[in-house]
């Protein structure tokens, strides 16, 4: 098992930049691919990125392609999302979610508990 807290996220003005992490306990973070969704109020959760258990594949997303750029620390047992050029469309609680597969599905085991992510116009 594993358990993700995330972290990093706040109130930014449309344009700005923020990176969410999501911290990963246990020593076996490396076996497990990782992934960002994101929820907005009255709207299904979405997929964001995901990255492949050794970081050599990414995926996002075309509403965040270009704009966002996750990647991973496998021995600070940590994963980011870097969020450039962000849209009040990008409100959102974020989650992190993992699998432990070499990619991540779409219906992950694992989920953190979500960090509000608030774009202003």
């Known amino acids: 098992q594993v358990q993700l807290v995330e972290s990093g996220g706040g109130l930014v003005q449309a344009g700005g930049s923020l990176r969410l992490s999501c911290a990963a306990s246990g020593r076996t973070f490396g076996i497990y691919a990782m992934g960002w969704f994101r929820q907005a109020p009255g709207k299904e959760r979405e997929f964001v990125a995901r990255i492949s258990r050794n970081g050599d594949n990414v995926y996002y997303a075309d509403s965040v392609k270009g704009r966002f750029t996750v990647s991973r620390d496998n021995a600070k047992n940590t994963m980011y999302v870097q969020m450039g050029s962000l849209k009040p469309e990008d409100t959102a609680v974020y989650y992190c979610?993992?699998?432990?597969?070499?990619?991540?599905?779409?219906?992950?085991?694992?989920w953190g508990q979500g960090t509000q992510v608030t774009v202003s116009s």
């Open positions: 979610a993992a699998d432990p597969y070499v990619n991540l599905s779409n219906q992950p085991s694992y």
